[in-house]
């Protein structure tokens, strides 16, 4: 059986190309669980792992080596993911108390300066530390291993 890596829908008993993006097909390996699955990184051939995560050296998503008859769920896409819809729980409201009195809303009449300060650092503290931790693990690591990139600019 052979698939298309990005048209994984395109299934063809021959090799060739896909009908629809004109890539070769790639040859469909059964995927058995366990360590007989590897993991490499995009842009560090040489890092290979047999569980997902990120490339100690740039950061990057380790990529399956293999393509899969059926997607799997992304895990670093549904992190991520909860991630974003926990934080946003967090910045309506931080966004809404520190901007709300310069649209209308009268923040000021409601919530004492001092107070407004103590719940903005509230609402915002598990955005940073929470949201952001992936990015800044990878901007550390990418400072431990002195292999400077995106990760380290934004961490």
Not at 119 to 136: D, H, M, N, Q, S
Request: proline share 10%.
């Amino acid at each position: 059986m052979y698939t298309c890596s990005m048209c994984p829908e395109v299934q063809q008993d021959e090799p060739g190309s896909c009908p629809h993006c004109g890539m070769g097909l790639d040859k469909v390996l059964d995927t058995l669980p366990g360590p007989t699955r590897q993991y490499v990184c995009p842009m560090h051939p040489e890092v290979v792992a047999s569980e997902p995560g990120a490339c100690p050296i740039c950061g990057m998503a380790l990529e399956p080596t293999t393509v899969a008859v059926e997607e799997e769920a992304n895990p670093e896409l549904v992190d991520m993911t909860r991630r974003f819809w926990v934080s946003l729980l967090f910045a309506v409201p931080l966004v809404v108390l520190a901007m709300g009195s310069m649209v209308g809303v009268p923040v000021d009449r409601l919530v004492s300066a001092e107070l407004r300060g103590w719940l903005e650092l509230l609402l915002a503290t598990p955005v940073v530390i929470w949201g952001a931790k992936p990015f800044f693990e990878r901007a550390w690591a990418s400072v431990i291993n002195r292999s400077p990139n995106m990760f380290t600019l934004i961490g």
